[in-house]
């Protein structure tokens, strides 16, 4: 074609001064990949991307001279972007799983009258139509660049592998941070091993900002999974270009995972040891901005314990023969956390984590050159900000959009765990389930057994937050924390889950629990501290691994802690943890009516008939 023509005879962005990475140097499944993109979209120039420090140093050059970033003087090699005000967190209703069969991957609901929200599915031919009516030269001007990633230590057991194309010069230097790229996983490439392939376009429209180019009305991100693509229009923000992350890790990686007999879960990864020296690790699932990357990082407020990460956002979890437990991996190598709200005292190590090299999407910037937002220790005396949109910040709005977020290394965390790269992952000994619910729902109860747990897990709910496109605090349903993510039907992924008990005879399962930090009282004001002393339930939930049964009490919906077992030592004040425990009776009659009639209208006959068991003992258990 005429435009691979004209980019044979012209060198590729920045390349001569780095090293000799060209198209035609590249293995052949992956070249046949690009060249095919570069026909479709039709950018300016082709930059395959190794990874290096001088690469880095002239995108960032790139982004600063379009004006897209601003540096941030007050911390090393660190930068602040504002994003188009229509551009700023996952847009979950475009959000779309494409397969031959629809019940491949969607649930169908159980009458044509109800509205199925456990995804969106679209058909291969309605895809291409939608692909052909956004990307045809959606690049042109602009650089493509090629980038190899690795989720999970590269050449890993549990690893894999993709190359994401993208447009936006923003998200080249994000995935720099939050997966490894470059030249040790083209190395992979040429040795002939699979790839996910991730296209992605800014796009473009009419008065778009010339930082921040989007096509917010037309953003569409769209999955493959039969062949593992990922093909994302419109937008550069977070979960929706970052392709990797929820894209890859969860959606399309939750189909392999299911091929293959393993989880890709929306969880953090932590170790925790007692101070009796014993270490456990364990995995939680709460739905986006409920609390995975404050828990993943806490400063441990009881002495004696210490709290190290491994990750604060995707677990995949895989039997391990040698241990007979289900051992996990981070696929990240990066953090993309939610700002406000974290400071010194919350989150002291995703602070510590942040001081340099590090990206802030739509903060606010401080005249200082540094950033603040909304619960950050107000800034030294004389000091103004301006805020999220770029105008001066006078307290009358906030200074930071409610989604925005730091983006930063996560070798860089204080305490970052000395196995977080292993590459056959750590053993895990619990599983949290838990979200954001004001009412009626303990601060933690245990499930009965593997069953039960995935019950537990199916009936999540919690309020919304910022980090998707829904308006106002509704409670909703939010199974597993993976709503948004299934790349699969949900009722298909039950079973799964429910697998994993069968699916190895010798299997050591992790035992299930389910958390609530949120709980409120009268007044609206949260009964628990929260944050590090969270670690007050971790020592209850490590209690309850060591097998330690004097400590629980038995509840219709789960074992509860008994009274003082908490250990509520030195906080003032006292928090109530008779209303933090208790379990209200006619709530959870609601509430298992509720997570019935939900399951039954969304997944119908696919749900699997354990669950539906679980679910009618829990209400005769309520009845009694
Ligand atoms: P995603 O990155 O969107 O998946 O979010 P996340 O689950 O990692 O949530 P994160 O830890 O970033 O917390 C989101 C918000 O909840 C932040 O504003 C936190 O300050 C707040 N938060 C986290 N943990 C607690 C807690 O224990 N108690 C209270 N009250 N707030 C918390
Ligand atoms: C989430 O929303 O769960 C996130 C942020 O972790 S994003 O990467 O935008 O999905
Ligand atoms: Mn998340």
């Not at 012209?10 to 198209?23: H, I």
């Not at 909703?476 to 069968?502: C, I, K, T």
Request: some cysteine; overall charge neutral; charged content about 25%.
């Amino acid at each position: 074609s005429v435009v691979k023509a004209s980019l044979k005879n012209k060198p590729d962005y920045a390349a001569p001064r780095l090293r000799n990475l060209s198209v035609n140097n590249l293995p052949s499944a992956v070249r046949r990949f690009v060249e095919k993109s570069v026909d479709l979209c039709a950018p300016a120039d082709v930059h395959v991307m190794d990874g290096s420090e001088a690469e880095n140093r002239l995108i960032v050059e790139k982004l600063l001279a379009d004006g897209t970033i601003v540096k941030l003087p007050k911390y090393k090699n660190s930068y602040l972007t504002r994003t188009d005000p229509k551009d700023v967190a996952r847009v979950e209703s475009r959000t779309f799983i494409s397969t031959k069969n629809k019940c491949d991957a969607i649930p169908t609901p159980a009458s044509d009258k109800i509205k199925g929200t456990l995804g969106n599915w679209m058909s291969p031919e309605e895809l291409e139509r939608v692909v052909q009516d956004r990307f045809p030269k959606s690049m042109s001007g602009r650089t493509m660049f090629v980038i190899p990633f690795s989720m999970g230590p590269v050449g890993g057991p549990m690893s894999k592998i993709g190359v994401q194309l993208t447009d936006s010069p923003y998200v080249a230097a994000s995935m720099r941070i939050m997966t490894r790229i470059g030249e040790p996983v083209l190395d992979r490439l040429s040795k002939g091993e699979d790839f996910v392939r991730a296209l992605h376009s800014v796009g473009r429209r009419q008065n778009m900002l010339p930082s921040w180019p989007c096509d917010p009305e037309r953003t569409v991100i769209l999955h493959k999974p039969e062949s593992n693509e990922i093909i994302s229009y419109g937008s550069g923000y977070g979960g929706n270009s970052l392709l990797g992350k929820k894209c890859f890790a969860l959606r399309i990686g939750s189909t392999i995972a299911r091929r293959e007999g393993w989880l890709a879960e929306h969880m953090l990864i932590v170790g925790i040891t007692s101070p009796d020296g014993a270490k456990r690790y364990i995995c939680a699932a709460f739905p986006s901005a409920c609390g995975k990357t404050n828990l993943a990082m806490m400063q441990a407020a009881l002495p004696g314990y210490k709290v190290e990460c491994v990750g604060d956002d995707i677990a995949w979890l895989k039997y391990n023969p040698k241990t007979k437990m289900l051992h996990a991996i981070n696929p990240e190598a990066g953090f993309f956390g939610v700002a406000p709200g974290t400071n010194w005292k919350t989150n002291p190590n995703a602070m510590a984590t942040m001081e340099s090299n590090s990206m802030f999407t739509n903060v606010g910037q401080t005249s200082d050159g540094g950033v603040w937002w909304e619960g950050m220790e107000p800034p030294a005396e004389g000091v103004t900000i301006t805020d999220w949109l770029g105008k001066p910040y006078d307290g009358s709005s906030v200074a930071a959009h409610p989604n925005s977020r730091f983006t930063c290394p996560a070798s860089q965390c204080p305490i970052i765990d000395p196995l977080w790269e292993a590459g056959e992952g750590v053993p895990i000994s619990a599983i949290l389930f838990g979200g954001r619910r004001p009412e009626g729902v303990p601060l933690v109860y245990e499930a009965f057994n593997w069953e039960h747990g995935v019950m537990v897990g199916a009936g999540m709910r919690s309020e919304s937050t910022a980090a998707a496109e829904h308006q106002g605090k509704q409670i909703m349903h939010d199974p597993f924390a993976m709503r948004p993510f299934f790349g699969y039907n949900f009722g298909d992924y039950l079973a799964h889950w429910l697998s994993q008990e069968s699916r190895h005879g010798d299997i050591v399962l992790p035992k299930i629990f389910h958390v609530n930090w949120f709980r409120k009282d009268e007044q609206g004001k949260f009964l628990w501290p929260g944050f590090g002393e969270n670690i007050r339930v971790l020592d209850w939930i490590l209690r309850r691994i060591d097998g330690d049964c004097s400590i629980l009490e038995s509840t219709p919906i789960g074992y509860v802690p008994k009274e003082n077992s908490i250990n509520v030592e030195g906080l003032s004040p006292t928090p109530n943890m008779k209303e933090l425990l208790s379990v209200p009776k006619k709530f959870w009659q609601r509430e298992a009516e509720a997570i019935e009639t939900y399951l039954k209208e969304q997944v119908d006959k696919d749900v699997p008939e354990p669950i539906l068991e679980q679910i009618a003992k829990l209400k005769e258990r309520l009845s009694e």
